[in-house]
């Protein structure tokens, strides 16, 4: 790294430094906790691990950048970022208590609440639906998968994701041949497999795209469905009343390595890939550049919770069949422990 770098970072955490000092600082005067501790002076880093919903690429480029620029440490943390081996695996071990907080799909979480488990959603890590249908350059328009093969994962919310892009397009969803591939949509329409997939724009588009440019995206919220927060950093309601400052500070950590990020691309990306290095620097690039304005979309600050955005979401997942019922979003939201 070059000394004009080094400058850059050195300004860049230090503006990011006084900022996240004044939240912790400014949320020290109202807010107590058992985790908090009454002593004068240094006090020891409070460990707290997340999870993340999948495999890690650029849209957890925040969360990087919140450990390798040592937001969380200033906060007080030891922050530990996990990735599970399955996208079930960060669901089941944070209601197990084996995690203190862990980034869901929307949906996912949803479905929690539905089976009756107490899991509370505190900050949204994107504004935008990255949900989306992709497809061979012949698709034209999502309509013309009638009569042809599409590839969903399995899970729940991917033939949702299906039938609204195809609805939306003023196509018969029933018309279309659904076929479980995974997560493995990349080369099923690579090898021709499927004419289409159900996957993140933000990531397999991309990915697809860098290899066949004339890959036809179709994303969710441009055929109906609402601008909704894709991902949101979860926690259990047992682990939110017991270490309330903790969860506090982790979050003002998280949205200042988000905010770093925003205003240094560049820095951010080399966050992500230091901690990553298995991650190719070309495609995260393309990656990190296509999903940073979905961070901060339509939002007043990073991680709102918009009431209006999630009441669309509810009554979206609730047509499509995801939900039976719209969750109390007064208990499955918890926009207290924004920063």
């Not at 909704?228 to 979860?234: D, G, K, N, S, T």
């Not at 682990?239 to 982790?250: A, C, G, H, M």
């Amino acid at each position: 790294m070059g000394d004009r770098a080094v400058t850059v970072r050195s300004i860049a955490r230090g503006a990011a430094t006084l900022a996240v000092t004044g939240l912790l600082l400014g949320g020290c005067a109202g807010n107590s906790g058992s985790d908090q501790s009454g002593d004068q002076g240094p006090r020891p880093l409070r460990d707290v691990t997340l999870l993340l919903d999948f495999t890690a690429n650029p849209v957890h480029t925040g969360i990087f950048a919140a450990t390798a620029e040592g937001f969380d440490r200033e906060a007080g943390l030891n922050l530990s970022v996990r990735e599970p081996s399955a996208s079930t695996d960060a669901l089941k071990l944070l209601a197990a208590g084996s995690a203190d907080l862990a980034v869901l799909d929307i949906h996912d979480l949803g479905l929690a609440r539905e089976k009756g488990r107490n899991i509370v959603g505190v900050m949204a890590l994107v504004q935008q639906p990255l949900a989306a249908l992709l497809a061979s350059p012949a698709i034209t328009t999502p309509r013309a998968l009638e009569g042809r093969s599409a590839g969903v994962t399995g899970l729940p919310s991917d033939s949702a994701v299906l039938r609204s892009v195809v609805t939306g397009a003023g196509g018969d969803p029933k018309r279309v041949r659904e076929i479980t591939i995974g997560f493995n949509a990349v080369p099923a329409l690579l090898s021709g497999r499927v004419a289409g997939a159900t996957a993140f724009w933000n990531v397999e588009g991309v990915a697809l795209r860098s290899k066949r440019p004339a890959t036809k995206i179709f994303r969710i919220d441009q055929y109906g469905a609402p601008a909704y927060p894709e991902l949101v950093i979860c926690a259990t309601r047992q682990t939110l009343r017991e270490r309330p400052q903790v969860i506090r500070d982790t979050l003002a950590a998280i949205a200042q390595g988000y905010r770093f990020t925003i205003a240094h691309p560049a820095l951010g990306l080399d966050d992500l890939l230091s901690r990553n290095p298995g991650l190719a620097q070309p495609l995260a690039k393309a990656q990190l550049d296509a999903v940073l304005p979905a961070f901060t979309a339509g939002a007043k600050s990073f991680g709102e919770l918009n009431a209006a955005r999630l009441r669309a979401w509810a009554a979206w997942d609730v047509r499509f069949a995801i939900l039976t019922t719209a969750p109390d979003l007064a208990l499955a939201f918890d926009r207290s422990f924004l920063p």
